[in-house]
C-alpha cells in the first residue's frame, strides 16, 4: 500500500533500553523527518534527512540517533531511552523543504 | 526560538466563522503552512503561503502579511468534524511548527 507507515504504534521500554521506531515511506520523497510531539511543546524536528546518506540535526537531537541508507526508510534509535523521552513520535515525509508534509500516524512511546 | 504565536484554545459555533491567528519572527521567513490535526491523529496538510494575501481553498482560507509577520486560517460555514488542532507553520530553512490552536466547534 502507498502511504507512509509506522512501527511499532505503541511501545512501552525501561529506563535504559535501547529502542528503535521505523518509518517507511512508498513515495521516494526525498525529505523525511522525525518529530515528537508532547503537550505544551507543539511538534518539535528531531533529526531530518535530505536524502539517502544525507541526516541534519533539527531542535531536539540529544539522546536520538538516525540512519537513512535507503531513500524509503529512516529508523529513529533512542540509544538509552529516559523518562523524557515519553512522547508521540511522527515520521513525515516531502517531495522538499518548501513543500507539504506527509506524516505517518505516529508512535505513542512510554519509557517508564 | 521563532516566537511562533497563537491563541491555545477558541471555540465556536456550527455554521458560524472563525478566524485563527498566528504571528512569527519576520527574519529568514519563506513561507507558511497550516495543518490540522484531529485529537489522537497525524497532522495534514491544509495551506501554503508565499505571497501576501488571501488564497481560498473552499471553505478554508488562509491570510498572509510578510511584512507583519502575521497569518490567519478563516474557517467558514463550521462543522462539527472541524474540532481540532490547527497548527501554524513558518518555513524558515527547516519548518517550524507552533504549539497550535484547539478548536472546539459546539451545536
Known amino acids: 500500500d502507498a502511504g507512509i507507515t509506522q512501527s511499532p504504534r505503541y511501545k512501552i521500554t525501561e529506563t535504559g533500553r535501547q529502542v528503535t521506531l521505523m518509518c517507511h515511506q512508498t513515495?521516494?520523497?526525498?525529505?523525511m523527518f522525525w518529530y515528537r510531539q508532547d503537550l505544551g511543546h507543539g511538534l518539535r524536528l528531531i533529526y531530518y534527512?535530505?536524502?539517502?546518506?544525507?541526516?541534519d540535526k533539527g531542535e531536539v537531537p540529544d539522546g536520538y540517533v538516525v540512519s537513512r541508507s535507503k531513500t524509503e526508510n529512516f529508523p529513529l534509535t533512542l540509544e538509552s531511552a529516559t523518562r523524557s523521552q515519553t512522547s508521540v513520535y511522527f515520521c513525515?515525509?516531502?517531495?522538499?523543504?518548501?513543500?507539504?508534509?506527509?506524516f505517518g500516524p505516529g508512535t505513542r512511546l512510554t519509557v517508564t | 526560538g521563532q516566537n511562533i504565536d497563537q491563541p491555545t484554545e477558541m471555540t465556536a459555533t456550527e455554521g458560524a466563522i472563525v478566524q485563527i491567528n498566528c504571528t512569527y519572527q519576520?527574519?529568514?521567513?519563506?513561507?507558511l503552512f497550516w495543518y490540522q490535526q484531529h485529537a489522537g491523529e497525524a497532522p495534514t496538510f491544509l495551506s501554503y503561503?508565499?505571497?501576501?494575501g488571501l488564497e481560498e481553498k473552499g471553505r478554508f482560507s488562509s491570510f498572509l502579511s510578510r511584512s507583519k509577520g502575521y497569518s490567519y486560517l478563516l474557517l467558514k460555514e463550521l462543522q462539527m468534524k472541524d474540532s481540532a488542532s490547527y497548527l501554524c507553520?513558518?518555513?524558515?530553512?527547516?519548518?517550524?511548527f507552533g504549539t497550535g490552536t484547539k478548536l472546539q466547534v459546539i451545536p
Open positions: 507553520a513558518p518555513d524558515y530553512q527547516k519548518v517550524t
Open positions: 513515495w521516494s520523497h526525498s525529505y
Open positions: 503561503n508565499v505571497l501576501d
Open positions: 534527512s535530505a536524502a539517502a546518506d544525507i541526516t
Open positions: 519576520t527574519s529568514g521567513f519563506n513561507g
Open positions: 513525515a515525509s516531502s517531495e522538499g523543504l518548501r513543500y507539504e508534509q506527509y
